[in-house]
């Protein structure tokens, strides 16, 4: 019998001085998948906003959504907020996706977390929406997608869908839940779609991971959070494994991530042995790929930089106590221009800057002390003239 979210929450929070006898037992990898994105903790308590700043810091513009609030900031390096949205419903905000123009796409997702907040919602599928810069809804696309949109130079945009499927080799008695991999029209109409299940399974190189059947007896087989056509790069290496149209992915569940080539082939997989839980798979100019590795198990995440021509790890980012970064859902990182790394660590609901040597050079804390999917850092000249002229008046960073 499966758990409740309650129990194993106290599960993996419990510590050595729990006083009474027997102690919890530890959750299991497959309950520690299924939790939600929910921040179960609370941060150290102290200041909230920025909190480190050095000079040693990417210069840009940082964004981030409040998932639970059902909001979007744009803020300075120094912290100044120079736009919100927001859109409060009885959905939480998947994936936020900013345009140049100050235009969002949402994903929306039903969240049984808002029950008492919503008591006559009866859940819908997920959904994308686009917000204007003054957060109205231009329009609606009601396609199942979660967790990621590029949006692509034509204005078209890939995002990851869902969708539940009978598939004997995976659960003779449970539906599986297959990931697509969509092309969507600026307008949010289907294009083209993928399956993951297919091109793996037809691909023979994977061995899938088992995966039990969650609390709504459905078999999450990949929860894939993360895809990246290479044509948003300005340069790739050399080779068939770095075309432009080729496509990474991340695989929570399996513990993997890809490469796919345009036709649906995949060029290259790793992880099943060294991840556990992964988000935010990408690629990097030099060819490696950055990740941001969970640890479920372990209670300690890290970045992991990988070149796949080797499979060889060349750079990790831990602090010296592991255990002091460990967030087991939700988690992000971004290469920066300087070569810096953004981390986002969602379970203290905050963000990161560290250089190629370890060293924090920026922090931020969200003032709401709500679960922070990512923080993306743009450059200056990222927005256009128009929607850089409804900011209020402050220093560049």
């Given at each position: 019998m499966r758990r409740s979210l309650a129990s194993v929450l106290v599960a993996v929070f419990a510590t050595a001085a729990a006083q009474t006898p027997p102690p919890p037992t530890p959750p299991t990898i497959d309950e520690l998948r299924s939790l939600p994105y929910a921040a179960p903790g609370k941060p150290a308590e102290g200041k909230t906003g920025v909190i480190t700043n050095s000079r040693f810091a990417q210069p840009g513009y940082n964004f981030y959504g409040d998932r639970f609030n059902n909001r979007a900031t744009l803020l300075t390096n120094d912290g100044a907020t120079l736009r919100t949205w927001s859109r409060p419903n009885s959905s939480s905000w998947g994936h936020v996706e900013l345009l140049p123009s100050g235009e969002l796409l949402v994903i929306e997702c039903w969240d049984a977390l808002k029950k008492d907040r919503y008591p006559n919602e009866k859940g819908f599928e997920s959904r994308i929406v686009k917000l204007a810069p003054d957060s109205h809804v231009e329009w609606t696309s009601h396609i199942p997608a979660h967790h990621d949109i590029q949006?692509?130079?034509?204005?078209?945009?890939?995002?990851?869908?869902?969708?539940?499927?009978?598939?004997?080799?995976?659960?003779?008695?449970?539906?599986?839940i297959d990931n697509g991999i969509a092309l969507l029209a600026g307008n949010g109409s289907l294009m083209k779609e993928k399956?993951?299940?297919?091109?793996?399974?037809?691909?023979?190189?994977?061995?899938?991971?088992?995966?039990?059947?969650?609390?709504?007896?459905?078999?999450?087989?990949?929860?894939?959070?993360?895809?990246?056509?290479?044509?948003?790069?300005?340069?790739?290496?050399?080779?068939?494994?770095?075309?432009?149209?080729?496509?990474?992915?991340?695989?929570?569940?399996?513990?993997?991530?890809?490469?796919?080539?345009e036709k649906g082939r995949l060029l290259w997989?790793?992880?099943?042995?060294?991840?556990?839980?992964?988000?935010?798979?990408?690629?990097?100019?030099?060819?490696?790929?950055?990740?941001?590795?969970?640890?479920?198990?372990?209670?300690?995440?890290?970045?992991?930089?990988?070149?796949?021509?080797?499979?060889?790890?060349?750079?990790?980012?831990?602090?010296?106590?592991?255990?002091?970064?460990?967030?087991?859902t939700g988690g992000y990182c971004q290469h920066l221009p300087n070569g810096n790394v953004l981390v986002t660590d969602s379970w203290q609901y905050s963000a990161f800057e560290v250089t190629p040597e370890r060293r924090v050079v920026w922090r931020f804390v969200s003032p709401e002390k709500s679960f922070v999917y990512r923080m993306d850092r743009y450059a200056f000249d990222f927005f256009t003239p128009r929607f850089r002229q409804s900011w209020p008046s402050v220093p560049p960073r």
């Open positions: 949006v692509l130079a034509d204005g078209s945009f890939l995002t990851l869908t869902e969708r539940r499927r009978q598939i004997d080799a995976v659960d003779k008695t449970q539906l599986t399956s993951l299940y297919q091109i793996l399974e037809r691909s023979r190189k994977v061995t899938f991971k088992s995966v039990k059947p969650d609390e709504r007896g459905l078999v999450d087989l990949f929860h894939t959070n993360s895809i990246q056509r290479f044509s948003a790069l300005k340069s790739l290496p050399p080779g068939p494994m770095y075309d432009r149209n080729n496509i990474l992915f991340c695989s929570r569940h399996q513990d993997l991530i890809g490469i796919i080539s997989s790793w992880g099943q042995k060294e991840l556990s839980g992964p988000h935010s798979a990408r690629l990097l100019p030099n060819g490696d790929i950055l990740v941001f590795d969970n640890g479920l198990g372990r209670k300690a995440s890290r970045i992991v930089e990988v070149d796949p021509r080797t499979d060889r790890i060349v750079w990790t980012y831990q602090p010296e106590r592991a255990e002091d970064f460990y967030s087991a």
